[in-house]
């Protein structure tokens, strides 16, 4: 098994279930075990995750990636000290970011669902062929990328959230949006959207908007 | 499950009259001696048996490994040499 | 190693005698005394807790202390003491309290020297190397000032398992030393008695990496390098020295030095070397590292007299070019360092390659002896509840030292599914592991944790012990707590306690979803198919078809022969053209081989053991079935743009030079000044490598000249000599007949201009001399530049064809540059000659028997077994959005027709269980066995736990 194997979903669920902080170890870029060279794919993965956890409110800094080889043990055990110590300034999960538990699971939860969805744009609209470290900073840095995600992602990201609140109870866009922190303005989109297409319905007798 | 156990049989059966007939039920009769322990000799000893040879790898030292054993990491990954 | 049916492993065994002749040698063996019983010891190395006896430890290079009783080292095989001659008793016949803490009564005072006789077919000599003992110089200092140590010193203090742990320490007051500096050439290219006149080949590149390790230990440290030239001739070497050279506070200095002084309170120690800017200078470092070079084996005379064989000038084997692993003695090989100062990879396919002569030899016996491990019948525990039995390994201190190993396996015992837990002192213990097979038979065991190291080394080992006990091997998990924790965590023990629960916590959830996977076999075409048919590919053809397999040798040209057919001699003397010659007319007769010239290969498909591979000729197009395939189609020549080549007739390349050498041009022949110049177009941005072979070849042209027309002026303009190995005697040989060597820097290049003076037509080459200082301007009749070799402009087809890999340079790239250096990450196909890398024709012909010996470890097998962890596709959850078949570079994924419409399947002979197509496949349809979504999440929940 490869790096490039560690799942976007693997890292959600850790978080899910309250980890706080997540460090994958893969070989030294360019010296692949294999030939595919799939430690690239989890850099990818990484940079990817860390801006959803931004976007979700969580700090991307929970999230780590290092290189190194099966004969540094020193450095690992170097880089293991360090992650733990970074991992304790950077204090519980959710708690150091001002989230309640419950919005937290539901944040991710709604990013959890999106994985699927997430695969395939990322296949289509979010590999790269670069072959190095800084590359990969740099185009996840880039105004490109944010353009990509916020057309790609954002919106997808914030209908999951919707469907899974309105899973529970009907929401007027107001409550929506408050607990969502997005603006009623938003809200009404996603929500005149979702309705044709058929996924929701407006409730007139409650004001509120349900699942269809 | 029986006719494995009939398999195995036979094949122990047949490897001990293959032996006897061959009469090198003595065990000090073999292919390819290899002298030296190292990475070399493992090597060597490694491929003769895979191909079908019986080997007898003969080191000095108490273990094998040569001095390879005693580096730390090897060129270019720095991968642990043992 | 140590567990493989068909070798007997004979530790601290000495040859004694060698009788009888090639096919019916018999072999006298002394077996020395362990004054251990091998069987019963378990090396729990409780015997060495209470040895009274210190003494300096041989393994690391007696910086350390070690006692009487002892294991060589803590990963030896086979892992149990043994007891040398510093021990009381046998001095003086008092103590033996190892006898007493024996558990296992594995002493035994009474064992005497045993001699063994043992008849054999073919001998290998594998005897390695001794590094060079400064001690012979009192120059070096070595052994009179404490901080001058050897890089093999060197070597165990950077190791985890070294004499102080891992900590670079100075032995004169324990500190770390900041200013590191290195003397290359310690032993090596000095004709000075006691010393080797040739290059030892591997201390630049050894050197660099100590450097490197030094920084990754202590940033902030100071390295410096004294060295002659640097000779990063080896594949990727040119990058591993531009990766030391750097690194901050790191300098190489071209200079000889001399160590001046030990400082009498720091015992630091001062060292005087030359620059160009400020002359002589002296420094003081708190540690000088000498980097010995290597001498032949110890008692090389004896080893000689005792097989029977020839000696070279230096003390290494006697070989002829054309065959490197033959000795004078028929029957007996040579391989690795003992053929002469060689690296790691060239010790491995040699050791293949002197197999494949082996086999050559004893072709009629093959498997006769062999035997095959057999294994009871299977348990099917399918419908069984989980009965998981987790082994707590203590390493013998490794892991015990820091983990409380009993309160783990109490806890493991709390552990849902686990009816049994107990502790080991090895578990990879040879009775160790019988224990865990016999207890899984009688607990009713159907799953295993054990808890120790990392599955990487051992799981083949803990597989097999699950197939003795009649359990699917794939019910086991290894959780490791020594590299990623008792390692790790070395001065928290507490905390340590607690993560190997986790692991252990980990592990137990996982095997719990383990499944049973079987692993299959394929059967093996017998056939081979060579690629090029040059003198690696024929060499490699015929060592193959002599050991009974049918070979289909393909070749583009319309003759055999390759890049040899331009080159007339080698440096030590081989006639080149007479031995292609008796090549090609083997080739030829062999009833086995078929040969295809002027072929190209239009399409390649299977895998392993069953390829099919179509060749186009005037034969028209034939479809070749076969279970191997070798890669050896050679290189090319650069075609230089500079120093007008192509635009003035007097400028060549090397091969043009020595063609026309070998043809007795007269302009060569009469020529009275004559310039080389090297590395051209290599070592430079485009091609960020060395070439390997230019240096030697300069000088084997210029001694040619030197022969034809000793009074010819010649003049090699060069960056490093790299002459490496036995070449060196000709590069000083070259100096002393006058031939000029001037050394340019690249950022200053020699300029050429075609000029008449008083009517002759000169070539003016201008050039700075970094020894007198000035610009130099040599007219020459003729230009021979040493033009790179180059990847062949075909590699990336082939490479496309059969599914392997370049590398940057786009050389190809073997598995494994220092193990597998002659195989691809593709099974069944190998790879050899200089289209791996540009090599000198006996190394070439190393590796070309070196890839015959791989192939042969194939095709003498009917079945290939392929491996139970693959990926598996849910067709009923495929979408033929055709992402795993993009992301698998093996392309082990396709598209086939179903009535439900395309879906992805695998074919698990090329699936090498990455797993990324997992990863992409939005519908997670497709799944890698073994370490399926369900499998790693259960470790996930289990490692974090709840809200």
Same mark, same amino acid.
């Given at each position: 098994?490869?790096?490039?194997?560690?799942?976007?979903?693997?890292?959600?669920?850790?978080?899910?279930?309250?980890?706080?902080?997540?460090? =994958?170890?893969?070989?030294?870029?360019?010296?692949?075990?294999?030939?595919?060279?799939?430690?690239?794919?989890?850099?990818?993965?990484?940079?990817?995750?860390?801006?959803?956890?931004?976007?979700?409110?969580?700090?991307?800094?929970?999230?780590?990636?290092?290189?190194?080889?099966?004969?540094?043990?020193?450095?690992?055990?170097?880089?293991?000290?360090?992650?733990?110590?970074?991992?304790?300034?950077?204090?519980?999960?959710?708690?150091?970011?001002?989230?309640?538990?419950?919005?937290?699971?539901?944040?991710?939860?709604?990013?959890?669902?999106?994985?699927?969805?997430?695969?395939?744009?990322?296949?289509?609209?979010?590999?790269?062929?670069?072959?190095?470290?800084?590359?990969?900073?740099?185009?996840?840095?880039?105004?490109?990328?944010?353009?990509?995600?916020?057309?790609?992602?954002?919106?997808?990201?914030?209908?999951?959230?919707?469907?899974?609140?309105?899973?529970?109870?009907?929401?007027?866009?107001?409550?929506?949006?408050?607990?969502?922190?997005?603006?009623?303005?938003?809200?009404?989109?996603?929500?005149?959207?979702?309705?044709?297409?058929?996924?929701?319905?407006?409730?007139?007798?409650?004001?509120?908007?349900?699942?269809? | 499950?029986?006719?494995?156990?009939?398999?195995?049989?036979?094949?122990?059966?047949?490897?001990?009259?293959?032996?006897?007939?061959?009469?090198?039920?003595?065990?000090?009769?073999?292919?390819?001696?290899?002298?030296?322990?190292?990475?070399?000799?493992?090597?060597?000893?490694?491929?003769?048996?895979?191909?079908?040879?019986?080997?007898?790898?003969?080191?000095?030292?108490?273990?094998?490994?040569?001095?390879?054993?005693?580096?730390?990491?090897?060129?270019?990954?720095?991968?642990?040499?043992? | 190693?140590?567990?493989?049916?068909?070798?007997?492993?004979?530790?601290?065994?000495?040859?004694?005698?060698?009788?009888?002749?090639?096919?019916?040698?018999?072999?006298?063996?002394?077996?020395?005394?362990?004054?251990?019983?091998?069987?019963?010891?378990?090396?729990?190395?409780?015997?060495?807790?209470?040895?009274?006896?210190?003494?300096?430890?041989?393994?690391?290079?007696?910086?350390?202390?070690?006692?009487?009783?002892?294991?060589?080292?803590?990963?030896?095989?086979?892992?149990?003491?043994?007891?040398?001659?510093?021990?009381?008793?046998?001095?003086?016949?008092?103590?033996?309290?190892?006898?007493?803490?024996?558990?296992?009564?594995?002493?035994?005072?009474?064992?005497?020297?045993?001699?063994?006789?043992?008849?054999?077919?073919?001998?290998?000599?594998?005897?390695?190397?001794?590094?060079?003992?400064?001690?012979?110089?009192?120059?070096?200092?070595?052994?009179?000032?404490?901080?001058?140590?050897?890089?093999?010193?060197?070597?165990?203090?950077?190791?985890?398992?070294?004499?102080? %742990?891992?900590?670079?320490?100075?032995?004169?007051?324990?500190?770390?030393?900041?200013?590191?500096?290195?003397?290359?050439?310690?032993?090596?290219?000095?004709?000075?008695?006691?010393?080797?006149?040739?290059?030892?080949?591997?201390?630049?590149?050894?050197?660099?990496?100590?450097?490197?390790?030094?920084?990754?230990?202590?940033?902030?440290?100071?390295?410096?390098?004294?060295?002659?030239?640097? /000779?990063?001739?080896?594949?990727?070497?040119?990058?591993?020295?531009?990766?030391?050279?750097?690194?901050?506070?790191?300098?190489?200095?071209?200079?000889?030095?001399?160590?001046?002084?030990?400082?009498?309170?720091?015992?630091?120690?001062?060292?005087?070397?030359?620059?160009?800017?400020?002359?002589?200078?002296?420094?003081?470092?708190?540690?000088?590292?000498?980097?010995?070079?290597?001498?032949?084996?110890?008692?090389?005379?004896?080893?000689?007299?005792?097989?029977?064989?020839?000696?070279?000038?230096?003390?290494?084997?006697?070989?002829?070019?054309?065959?490197?692993?033959?000795?004078?003695?028929?029957?007996?090989?040579?391989?690795?360092?003992?053929?002469?100062?060689?690296?790691?990879?060239?010790?491995?396919?040699?050791?293949?390659?002197?197999?494949? &002569?082996?086999?050559?030899?004893?072709?009629?016996?093959?498997?006769?002896?062999?035997?095959?491990?057999?294994?009871?019948?299977?348990?099917?525990?399918?419908?069984?509840?989980?009965?998981?039995?987790?082994?707590?390994?203590?390493?013998?201190?490794?892991?015990?030292?820091?983990?409380?190993?009993?309160?783990?396996?109490?806890?493991?015992?709390?552990?849902?599914?686990?009816?049994?837990?107990?502790? &080991?002192?090895?578990?990879?213990?040879?009775?160790?592991? %019988?224990?865990?097979?016999?207890?899984?038979?009688?607990?009713?065991?159907?799953?295993?944790?054990?808890?120790?190291?990392?599955?990487?080394?051992?799981?083949?080992?803990?597989?097999?012990?699950?197939?003795?006990?009649?359990?699917?091997?794939?019910?086991?998990?290894?959780?490791?707590?020594?590299?990623?924790?008792?390692?790790?965590?070395?001065?928290?023990?507490?905390?340590?306690?607690?993560?190997?629960?986790?692991?252990?916590?980990?592990?137990?959830?996982?095997?719990?979803?383990?499944?049973?996977?079987?692993?299959?076999?394929?059967?093996?075409?017998?056939?081979?198919?060579?690629?090029?048919?040059?003198?690696?590919?024929?060499?490699?053809?015929?060592?193959?078809?002599?050991?009974?397999?049918?070979?289909?040798?393909?070749?583009?040209?319309?003759?055999?022969?390759?890049?040899?057919?331009? =080159?007339?001699?080698?440096?030590?003397?081989?006639?080149?053209?007479?031995?292609?010659?008796?090549?090609?007319?083997?080739?030829?007769?062999?009833?086995?081989?078929?040969?295809?010239?002027?072929?190209?290969?239009?399409?390649?498909?299977?895998?392993?053991?069953?390829?099919?591979?179509?060749?186009?000729?005037?034969?028209?197009?034939?479809?070749?079935?076969?279970?191997?395939?070798?890669?050896?189609?050679?290189?090319?020549?650069?075609?230089?743009?500079?120093?007008?080549?192509?635009?003035?007739? /007097?400028?060549?390349?090397?091969?043009?030079?020595?063609?026309?050498?070998?043809?007795?041009?007269?302009?060569?022949?009469?020529?009275?000044?004559?310039?080389?110049?090297?590395?051209?177009?290599?070592?430079?941005?485009?091609?960020?490598?060395?070439?390997?072979?230019?240096?030697?070849?300069?000088?084997?042209?210029?001694?040619?000249?030197?022969?034809?027309?000793?009074?010819?002026?010649?003049?090699?303009?060069? /960056?490093?000599?790299?002459?490496?190995?036995?070449?060196?005697?000709?590069? /000083?040989?070259?100096?002393?007949?006058?031939?000029?060597?001037?050394?340019?820097?690249?950022?200053?290049?020699?300029?050429?201009?075609?000029?008449?003076?008083?009517?002759?037509?000169?070539?003016?080459?201008?050039?700075?001399?970094?020894?007198?200082?000035?610009?130099?301007?040599?007219?020459?009749?003729?230009?021979?530049?040493?033009?790179?070799?180059?990847?062949?402009?075909?590699?990336?087809?082939?490479?496309?064809?059969?599914?392997?890999?370049?590398?940057?340079?786009?050389?190809?790239?073997?598995?494994?540059?220092?193990?597998?250096?002659?195989?691809?990450?593709?099974?069944?196909?190998?790879?050899?000659?200089?289209?791996?890398?540009?090599?000198?024709?006996?190394?070439?012909?190393?590796?070309?028997?070196?890839?015959?010996?791989?192939?042969?470890?194939?095709?003498?097998?009917?079945?290939?077994?392929?491996?139970?962890?693959?990926?598996?596709?849910?067709?009923?959850?495929?979408?033929?959005?055709?992402?795993?078949?993009?992301?698998?570079?093996?392309?082990?994924?396709?598209?086939?027709?179903?009535?439900?419409?395309?879906?992805?399947?695998?074919?698990?002979?090329?699936?090498?269980?990455?797993?990324?197509?997992?990863?992409?496949?939005?519908?997670?349809?497709?799944?890698?066995?073994?370490?399926?979504?369900?499998?790693?999440?259960?470790?996930?929940?289990?490692?974090?736990?709840?809200?």
């Amino acid at each position: 098994m490869c790096t490039g194997r560690v799942d976007l979903s693997f890292v959600l669920r850790a978080f899910s279930k309250g980890a706080d902080g997540v460090f =994958i170890i893969g070989c030294r870029l360019n010296e692949c075990n294999y030939i595919t060279h799939g430690n690239f794919h989890a850099l990818s993965m990484v940079h990817l995750c860390k801006k959803l956890m931004e976007h979700i409110g969580l700090n991307p800094a929970r999230l780590m990636i290092e290189f190194m080889s099966g004969g540094e043990g020193i450095l690992f055990a170097e880089v293991m000290d360090d992650i733990g110590k970074k991992v304790n300034e950077l204090g519980p999960l959710g708690k150091a970011e001002g989230i309640d538990e419950k919005a937290l699971r539901a944040k991710l939860e709604a990013v959890t669902q999106l994985v699927p969805y997430i695969r395939l744009v990322e296949r289509e609209r979010l590999r790269i062929p670069f072959k190095s470290e800084d590359e990969f900073d740099t185009f996840f840095t880039s105004d490109e990328f944010n353009r990509l995600f916020n057309e790609l992602i954002v919106d997808k990201l914030a209908i999951s959230q919707i469907m899974l609140l309105l899973r529970e109870r009907p929401l007027s866009t107001v409550k929506i949006s408050e607990i969502l922190g997005l603006t009623p303005s938003e809200v009404s989109r996603h929500m005149n959207s979702s309705s044709r297409q058929g996924l929701v319905r407006y409730d007139e007798s409650r004001k509120c908007f349900a699942l269809a | 499950m029986e006719k494995e156990l009939e398999k195995i049989e036979d094949q122990v059966r047949k490897s001990l009259a293959d032996n006897l007939r061959k009469g090198f039920a003595d065990r000090n009769f073999g292919d390819v001696l290899v002298v030296g322990g190292g990475i070399s000799g493992i090597q060597a000893a490694l491929d003769l048996g895979a191909a079908g040879f019986k080997v007898y790898l003969v080191e000095k030292a108490p273990s094998i490994g040569g001095h390879m054993a005693q580096l730390d990491k090897t060129f270019p990954t720095n991968d642990c040499s043992m | 190693m140590g567990r493989h049916p068909n070798i007997e492993v004979l530790t601290y065994t000495e040859v004694d005698s060698v009788e009888g002749e090639a096919g019916d040698f018999k072999v006298t063996l002394i077996k020395k005394p362990r004054y251990i019983i091998e069987s019963k010891c378990t090396g729990c190395t409780t015997c060495v807790e209470y040895c009274p006896v210190k003494y300096p430890d041989q393994y690391n290079q007696e910086i350390s202390d070690n006692k009487a009783v002892h294991v060589y080292f803590a990963q030896a095989i086979p892992l149990i003491t043994y007891i040398d001659e510093s021990c009381l008793y046998l001095k003086e016949k008092k103590c033996r309290i190892c006898e007493a803490v024996c558990k296992n009564n594995a002493i035994d005072f009474n064992q005497k020297l045993e001699k063994v006789e043992v008849n054999v077919g073919a001998i290998i000599l594998s005897s390695g190397l001794e590094p060079f003992d400064p001690k012979v110089k009192e120059e070096y200092r070595y052994g009179q000032f404490v901080n001058v140590v050897t890089s093999m010193d060197y070597e165990r203090l950077l190791c985890a398992t070294g004499p102080y %742990q891992g900590e670079i320490l100075r032995a004169s007051d324990m500190k770390h030393p900041h200013k590191v500096a290195w003397l290359q050439c310690v032993g090596s290219r000095r004709v000075t008695p006691g010393e080797n006149s040739y290059c030892s080949a591997v201390c630049c590149t050894y050197t660099q990496k100590q450097v490197i390790l030094t920084k990754e230990h202590d940033a902030e440290a100071e390295c410096t390098v004294f060295h002659n030239d640097i /000779r990063s001739y080896g594949k990727d070497f040119e990058r591993f020295y531009e990766r030391a050279e750097n690194l901050p506070g790191v300098r190489f200095f071209r200079s000889y030095v001399s160590i001046v002084k030990e400082n009498p309170e720091t015992q630091s120690v001062t060292i005087r070397y030359s620059t160009p800017d400020e002359g002589v200078k002296e420094e003081e470092f708190d540690m000088v590292v000498l980097s010995v070079g290597l001498n032949p084996p110890a008692d090389v005379q004896g080893l000689a007299n005792k097989f029977g064989i020839e000696l070279n000038a230096h003390g290494f084997c006697k070989a002829i070019p054309s065959n490197p692993m033959e000795t004078t003695r028929p029957g007996i090989f040579v391989s690795g360092a003992f053929q002469g100062p060689t690296d790691i990879p060239e010790s491995v396919f040699t050791a293949s390659a002197a197999g494949s &002569q082996c086999g050559e030899l004893l072709d009629y016996r093959r498997g006769e002896l062999s035997k095959e491990r057999i294994y009871p019948p299977e348990r099917d525990v399918s419908q069984e509840e989980p009965r998981i039995g987790v082994f707590v390994c203590h390493c013998g201190a490794n892991i015990g030292r820091i983990v409380g190993v009993p309160s783990t396996v109490e806890y493991a015992l709390t552990l849902p599914n686990v009816v049994y837990a107990q502790e &080991q002192l090895f578990s990879c213990a040879t009775n160790s592991a %019988q224990q865990i097979s016999d207890l899984t038979k009688e607990k009713g065991l159907n799953r295993v944790v054990i808890a120790a190291c990392s599955p990487r080394t051992l799981e083949p080992l803990f597989r097999d012990t699950l197939r003795e006990a009649g359990i699917n091997q794939y019910y086991l998990d290894m959780a490791n707590i020594r590299e990623h924790c008792s390692w790790v965590h070395a001065k928290e023990k507490e905390e340590a306690t607690q993560k190997a629960k986790d692991i252990i916590r980990m592990s137990v959830a996982r095997v719990c979803r383990l499944k049973p996977l079987q692993e299959f076999d394929l059967p093996v075409n017998k056939t081979a198919l060579v690629v090029g048919g040059g003198i690696a590919g024929m060499t490699c053809a015929l060592s193959i078809a002599k050991q009974g397999h049918e070979v289909y040798l393909v070749e583009k040209d319309a003759d055999l022969g390759g890049t040899a057919r331009r =080159i007339h001699s080698t440096l030590d003397g081989m006639d080149v053209q007479a031995y292609l010659r008796d090549l090609v007319r083997k080739i030829y007769q062999h009833p086995l081989i078929h040969v295809y010239t002027d072929a190209t290969i239009p399409e390649a498909t299977g895998y392993v053991g069953n390829f099919v591979t179509k060749v186009k000729s005037d034969r028209g197009v034939t479809e070749i079935k076969h279970g191997a395939a070798v890669i050896a189609i050679g290189a090319d020549e650069y075609k230089p743009t500079e120093y007008l080549y192509g635009k003035d007739d /007097r400028v060549m390349t090397n091969l043009e030079l020595e063609e026309q050498i070998a043809q007795g041009e007269e302009r060569v022949m009469n020529a009275q000044s004559l310039v080389m110049i090297q590395c051209v177009g290599c070592r430079n941005e485009d091609r960020n490598y060395c070439a390997r072979i230019c240096c030697s070849n300069s000088v084997k042209n210029a001694l040619k000249l030197k022969e034809i027309n000793p009074r010819m002026d010649i003049t090699i303009l060069f /960056r490093d000599m790299r002459t490496y190995g036995f070449s060196e005697d000709y590069y /000083r040989e070259a100096s002393n007949k006058d031939v000029k060597f001037i050394r340019y820097e690249p950022q200053d290049k020699p300029q050429v201009e075609a000029v008449e003076e008083e009517g002759r037509r000169i070539l003016r080459v201008t050039v700075t001399d970094y020894i007198l200082g000035k610009k130099l301007a040599i007219d020459a009749d003729l230009l021979s530049l040493a033009a790179a070799v180059i990847p062949s402009a075909g590699n990336k087809e082939m490479s496309l064809l059969f599914k392997v890999s370049l590398g940057p340079d786009d050389w190809f790239k073997e598995a494994h540059v220092k193990l597998r250096p002659v195989e691809f990450g593709t099974d069944g196909v190998y790879l050899c000659g200089i289209a791996h890398y540009p090599k000198h024709i006996p190394e070439a012909i190393n590796q070309a028997y070196g890839a015959a010996g791989r192939v042969l470890t194939l095709l003498s097998h009917d079945t290939v077994t392929a491996s139970g962890s693959v990926c598996e596709v849910d067709e009923d959850k495929c979408i033929s959005c055709g992402a795993c078949i993009t992301v698998c570079t093996y392309g082990a994924i396709e598209f086939y027709d179903t009535p439900q419409g395309r879906k992805a399947t695998v074919n698990p002979v090329l699936c090498k269980g990455d797993g990324l197509c997992n990863s992409v496949c939005p519908t997670a349809a497709i799944s890698l066995k073994h370490f399926a979504d369900e499998e790693l999440l259960s470790q996930i929940d289990a490692a974090v736990g709840d809200f």
